[in-house]
């Protein structure tokens, strides 16, 4: 029997969050749809943030009141920055939600105006609630390789945001290569460090694709032991503090990957094309995945 990679699809909030051309929200709902039809069964559905810090995600409440949360074989997560935005993605039915840190201070500072540490001790009330409510927490940290504005980022800074995420209870860590710049060494030298005190069950990668590096460090973090990775339809997303970071990895050739690679995905590619060519043609915009293009020439799409 293969071995099952988990993948978290992010391209309904992380991919759509700062998109200019706004997306209805029947449109989110019908793009997760097709999300799931291609047999994504971990779907990141939305943000709830103040709707003036990010317009596009201002119907997260609209848009999970319409989620069919039923579905038990669908894993739903919202990102959630604090405990009002918590307990509004809870009143609408998610079991699971996300925190977003990141292990450098400039990073942090210019994105929520705090240092590392005052980040992670806000996020406490949130995780000491979500314990008692029996809902699942998700860590991110963003720039565990560079920052746009520090430059690298030690792998010991890293483990030290690790350890304080760990102690705030969540199941999972995802490790967001933020800015697209690192290659496979880059990830070996981190993984190596935080595999010291953790299992690698314990974390997802999370990387852009700017320098086209995505998918070397996926082989790399697989080699070490990762099997849950986050990637975006598409290729959608980016980041809007680190200037000309491209899109998340995009899931079309993340699954190519791993399914010619002896693993199961689950993911019925040619849908999953359908999928990113509904966002594509919604947005007015178009994809770059390369798996994309060339299914969607095969399809004749």
């Known amino acids: 029997m293969k071995e099952r990679i988990k993948i978290t699809e992010v391209g309904p909030r992380d991919g759509?969050?700062?998109?200019?051309?706004?997306?209805?929200?029947?449109?989110?709902?019908?793009?997760?749809?097709?999300?799931?039809?291609?047999?994504?069964?971990?779907?990141?559905?939305?943000?709830?943030?103040?709707?003036?810090?990010?317009?596009?995600?201002?119907?997260?409440?609209?848009?999970?009141?319409?989620?069919?949360?039923?579905?038990?074989?669908?894993?739903?997560?919202?990102?959630?920055?604090?405990?009002?935005?918590?307990?509004?993605?809870?009143?609408?039915?998610?079991?699971?939600?996300?925190?977003?840190?990141?292990?450098?201070?400039?990073?942090?500072?210019?994105?929520?105006?705090?240092?590392?540490e005052e980040s992670l001790s806000g996020f406490k009330e949130l995780t000491d609630q979500a314990i008692k409510d029996g809902i699942k927490v998700r860590g991110y940290i963003s720039t565990v390789i560079s920052c746009p504005y520090e430059g690298k980022i030690s792998p010991e800074k890293v483990n030290s945001v690790v350890k304080r995420m760990q102690d705030l209870g969540v199941y999972e860590i995802s490790l967001g290569e933020t800015i697209g710049a690192a290659v496979s060494n880059e990830v070996?030298?981190?993984l190596q460090v935080l595999l010291k005190d953790n299992q690698a069950s314990f974390f997802a990668g999370h990387f852009h694709d700017t320098y086209g590096m995505a998918?070397?460090?996926?082989?790399?973090?697989?080699?070490?032991?990762?099997?849950?990775?986050?990637?975006?339809?598409?290729?959608?997303?980016?980041?809007?503090?680190?200037?000309?970071a491209s899109g998340n990895l995009a899931t079309e050739d993340l699954v190519y990957f791993l399914e010619n690679s002896g693993f199961e995905t689950g993911v019925n590619l040619d849908l999953l094309i359908q999928a990113s060519l509904f966002m594509e043609t919604n947005l007015d915009k178009p994809l770059l995945s390369k798996t994309y293009l060339a299914k969607k020439k095969i399809l004749g799409l």
């Open 215 to 244: 998918i070397g460090n996926v082989a790399k973090s697989i080699d070490m032991g990762l099997r849950s990775f986050d990637a975006s339809a598409g290729g959608l997303g980016g980041c809007p503090y680190a200037k000309g």
């Open 188 to 190: 070996e030298k981190l």
């Open 16 to 116: 759509l969050q700062n998109e200019s051309k706004q997306v209805s929200t029947q449109d989110k709902l019908q793009f997760i749809e097709l999300l799931i039809e291609a047999g994504l069964t971990n779907i990141e559905a939305t943000s709830f943030v103040r709707a003036d810090k990010i317009p596009q995600l201002a119907d997260a409440n609209e848009l999970a009141n319409k989620l069919n949360f039923q579905n038990k074989s669908i894993s739903y997560c919202a990102l959630t920055p604090n405990l009002k935005g918590y307990e509004a993605a809870i009143k609408t039915g998610f079991k699971e939600v996300a925190i977003f840190g990141a292990a450098s201070e400039s990073f942090t500072k210019k994105n929520i105006n705090r240092t590392v």
